[in-house]
């Protein structure tokens, strides 16, 4: 979707032409949500990530690259909200032809825990930190996903210690002992393997903002 968006939009209105989308994308998946608390808590983070983006935009612009992937995820966390992840209908339709055991929508949603963040992470770090061109820029990026994922699993611990079986909805452990391994894993492989894919492709998006290896210690507020 994004990079249908991204190659019919010109660059500098793709930014506002995504949060358009991701705002109608919110209001869809809020109507008619199978559970609201458990839509609150998954979607939470776009809810309080596009206005604070949005607010600080002026001072801090991000790449279209991070725009793209930061829409995109907060699209999987509303179809998650809207559903559950362990009901989501794509996730059914996947377990079901392939013969799993489970709903996977739940460890894709994982898997963009990680990816996703990553670059967030390196554009943060690239442009507040004297990391740019270092290389423990993408390791270093990898481990702040990692951690961010086991503090979300121990945010799901608190749901599941205050809620009981009401936080089911929102924890999608389906049976799954090794839920919580899994989730910190699949975080891990995404960060890993977005370190591996974008990192060229962030590199010349950060070169276009006025960021550099000499400049990285602040933002630009190129256009």
């Given at each position: 979707m994004t990079a249908v968006v991204h190659?019919?939009?010109?660059?500098?209105?793709?930014p506002a032409v995504l949060a358009a989308l991701v705002v109608l994308g919110m209001a869809v998946s809020a109507w008619g949500a199978r559970d609201?608390?458990?839509?609150?808590?998954?979607?939470?983070?776009v809810l309080a990530g596009l206005p604070l983006v949005v607010l600080a935009w002026r001072r801090f612009p991000?790449?279209?690259?991070?725009?793209?992937?930061?829409a995109a995820h907060a699209m999987v966390l509303a179809v998650g909200g809207h559903y559950t992840y362990a009901q989501v209908p794509l996730g059914d339709w996947v377990r079901d032809t392939f013969g799993l055991d489970r709903n996977p929508y739940d460890r894709f949603g994982h898997l963009m825990q990680g990816f996703v963040p990553a670059?967030?992470?390196r554009e943060l770090l690239s442009r507040t930190s004297p990391l740019r061109?270092?290389?423990?820029?993408?390791?270093?990026?990898v481990c702040a996903c990692l951690a961010f994922s086991a503090v979300f699993e121990m945010l799901e611990w608190l749901a599941a210690v205050v809620g009981g079986h009401s936080a089911d909805a929102f924890l999608a452990t389906q049976g799954d002992v090794w839920d919580t391994q899994w989730d910190m894993?699949?975080?891990l492989i995404g960060a890993t393997v977005s370190m591996l894919v974008l990192s060229r492709a962030h590199d010349r998006q950060l070169d276009a903002l006025g960021v550099s290896p000499?400049?990285?210690?602040?933002?630009?507020t190129a256009g």
């Open positions: 190659s019919a939009v010109p660059r500098r209105q793709l609201g608390g458990t839509w609150f808590l998954e979607t939470v983070w991000l790449t279209n690259l991070l725009c793209c992937l930061l670059v967030l992470v061109g270092s290389r423990w820029l993408a390791p270093l990026t894993f699949c975080a000499a400049s990285a210690g602040g933002a630009s």
